[in-house]
């Protein structure tokens, strides 16, 4: 371990940015739907499933995109707008997480692992109020956020009109084979001035795009979603219409971290409009189907005022974590929240680490384990070893 950094730092930190660029705008967005606007949970819609659209979670370094612009040397430091989400709302952070830095000659790179926790969606991470710590509970963390993570991706695709009208860019998606149907998005590389020396570049995304009166606007797309009203006191069904805002306030108390980094994502994007789901199981112990109780539409830096959201903060945090990079070695190394701590460490790793080229070879017959010859002894056997292996998967879950 090399340093770490607690949370209280990070609140006093401040950057004022200078307005960024757009280096080049790949993919093709679908327009969106606007009788979403309409829907109340009186008249709920069914949320459908997309098997057949790819979407990709594609890390730094395996992005051509910005493999060329480092080459073309456009910028010192390379991240995607997951990422430097995640740092710049990293003091809200309750779950751990981590984010792989690699200094490669005067560069910096920001990844995430293979299967990173980032590549979910946290729920309920910021509330007063525990979750089950079984992980084969449809209600733990982990359970959850695969089920919003799915949610989410299925809401972005079901509110636009899928007409085959679309919005081209010059490129196309950058990570998509020919033939191949995707997800409606549009990549945008953008350049951000940190000092003299130092431009960063970020792969920002946005879902969908409005016309009205010939005048092209953005929409960032997500969804929030409710399991179980026990757990947020909320009923949505019940207060969706006439109390909406009681029903954000408490998302908001609930899910700080991730309201803020969606729109730190629409932000970085310079979308025109962050839409918000209210997507709600058909019923509480049901995870597999679901239903759209209402759509709302808001600006993002009115949004981000309201939740308290400090742009230079923001900023501030990001130039001081690339500071501190740019005074290490080249290697690689992996900056990492702290699970029990408001803290981040920061550690060295061997160059190799996270690369998962390991390939487990089957042991030899005669040294694999032998099913056990079920007499009165093995039996007891078997129950211990049931009883040390439930007591493992709850420690496991604890941890």
């Avoid at 130092?198 to 929409?219: D, P």
Wanted: glycine share 4%; aromatic share 10%.
């Amino acid at each position: 371990m090399l340093d770490r950094i607690p949370f209280s730092t990070f609140s006093k930190l401040s950057f004022t940015k200078i307005e960024p660029e757009d280096l080049l705008i790949c993919g093709g967005l679908e327009f969106y739907d606007g009788s979403y606007d309409r829907i109340t949970p009186k008249n709920e819609r069914r949320l459908e499933r997309f098997k057949n659209r790819n979407f990709f979670k594609v890390t730094t370094t395996d992005d051509p995109v910005i493999r060329r612009l480092a080459n073309e040397d456009k910028a010192t430091v390379f991240a995607t707008d997951t990422i430097l989400s995640t740092l710049m709302c990293a003091p809200r952070s309750v779950y751990s997480w981590d984010i792989v830095v690699q200094r490669v000659g005067n560069k910096l790179f920001f990844d995430k692992r293979e299967g990173s926790q980032l590549d979910l969606l946290s729920v309920h991470e910021t509330s007063q109020e525990p979750l089950p710590d079984v992980k084969d509970d449809i209600n733990s963390a982990y359970s959850l956020s695969v089920e919003a993570a799915y949610i989410n991706q299925n809401f972005s695709q079901q509110v636009l009109i899928r007409d085959g009208k679309k919005l081209s860019y010059d490129e196309p998606n950058p990570f998509a084979t020919e033939g191949e149907e995707v997800a409606s998005v549009g990549y945008r590389y953008r350049r951000w001035k940190l000092d003299d020396d130092t431009y960063l570049v970020a792969r920002c995304e946005v879902q969908s795009v409005v016309e009205v009166n010939n005048q092209r606007s953005f929409l960032t797309l997500n969804a929030l979603n409710e399991f179980d009203p026990k757990y947020s006191g909320v009923d949505w069904r019940q207060k969706l219409e006439t109390q909406r805002g009681a029903v954000l306030a408490t998302e908001l108390k609930n899910n700080a971290n991730k309201l803020a980094k969606w729109t730190v994502q629409a932000l970085l994007a310079n979308a025109d409009m962050m839409k918000l789901g209210y997507v709600s199981r058909v019923h509480p112990r049901d995870h597999f189907n679901h239903v759209i109780l209402a759509v709302v539409g808001y600006k993002p830096k009115d949004f981000a005022a309201q939740i308290n959201l400090n742009t230079s903060n923001m900023w501030g945090i990001v130039k001081s974590i690339v500071d501190l990079c740019m005074k290490l070695n080249e290697g690689k190394y992996v900056l990492v929240k702290d699970p029990t701590k408001p803290q981040v460490r920061i550690y060295e790793v061997p160059p190799d680490a996270f690369e998962n080229d390991y390939v487990e070879e089957p042991l030899p017959e005669d040294e694999q384990v032998q099913p056990p010859t079920q007499d009165a002894e093995g039996a007891e056997a078997n129950a211990a070893a049931n009883e040390l292996e439930e007591k493992e998967v709850t420690t496991e879950a604890a941890a």
